[in-house]
């Protein structure tokens, strides 16, 4: 079947522990991004990957690191986690963002940071 | 830097009319999305329009784009209690450099009711 899992889906931390979220896609998909949803706020884009060791920011980068290491895998590693970074977040991938490619989504992970 | 709006952000309706939710955007793109989201899950691809005058139609929903007038509409003939949910807009804009970064609108909380 095809799909983006994410892991872990629920997790509660502390301020300043790193911690990675994983993203994984079975579709052979070249795009992946990771967005943050917040409620009034809709979805804002954290970073995005054309293809493997490419990657750009999107609009909300700050306190977030990513790598494409390999096609499958897009994760979200936060090196210092703060409250502001309560979140929902979502991982998609595509074959691209042209020529009528969908996002397919994950089931997201939400994260407290106390 | 591209905005996207969405009007409105709240719509309740009832059961077997139509509506129109609208989405505008600042600057020029020709790839435009919109996903459905319901309550505490991800977000579902609906429509993908890639050029001036697209329309595409699914059941009881029907998008189009204006790139002209940076305007996209979904519009909902006879609204069924089914089709509650959050939807949401996302563009990508035409500047260089920017080929994987997809803004979305806000979200129009859709509620229909008998």
């Known amino acids: 079947e095809a799909q983006v899992t994410q892991n872990p889906r629920y997790l509660i931390t502390v301020t300043g522990k790193k911690l990675t979220v994983t993203c994984s896609q079975n579709m052979n998909h070249e795009y992946m991004s990771w967005y943050r949803q917040d409620p009034g706020l809709g979805l804002r884009q954290i970073y995005y990957?054309?293809?493997?060791?490419v990657t750009d920011k999107g609009d909300v980068p700050e306190g977030y690191k990513v790598s494409r290491k390999e096609k499958r895998n897009f994760p979200l590693i936060l090196e210092s986690p703060s409250p502001n970074q309560t979140s929902l977040y979502f991982c998609?991938?595509?074959w691209g963002t042209g020529w009528g490619y969908e996002q397919y989504f994950g089931p997201g992970t939400r994260l407290t940071v106390t | 830097e591209l905005k996207v709006e969405q009007n409105p952000l709240f719509l309740s309706m009832q059961e077997g009319k139509n509506y129109t939710i609208y989405c505008n955007y600042s600057?020029?793109?020709?790839?435009l999305y919109w996903y459905r989201q319901d309550p505490g899950k991800s977000l579902e691809s609906l429509f993908v329009l890639l050029s001036n005058g697209a329309v595409k139609q699914e059941g009881r929903l029907m998008a189009s784009l204006d790139t002209k007038a940076r305007l996209s509409t979904l519009h909902i003939t006879a609204a069924v209690h089914d089709l509650s949910a959050t939807y949401f807009c996302?563009?990508?804009?035409?500047?260089?450099?920017?080929?994987?970064?997809?803004?979305f609108g806000k979200g129009t909380k859709l509620s229909v009711k008998p």
């Open positions: 990957s054309m293809n493997v060791e």
């Open positions: 998609a991938s595509s």
């Open positions: 996302a563009v990508v804009p035409n500047y260089g450099g920017s080929q994987g970064n997809l803004i």
């Open positions: 600057t020029t793109s020709d790839r």
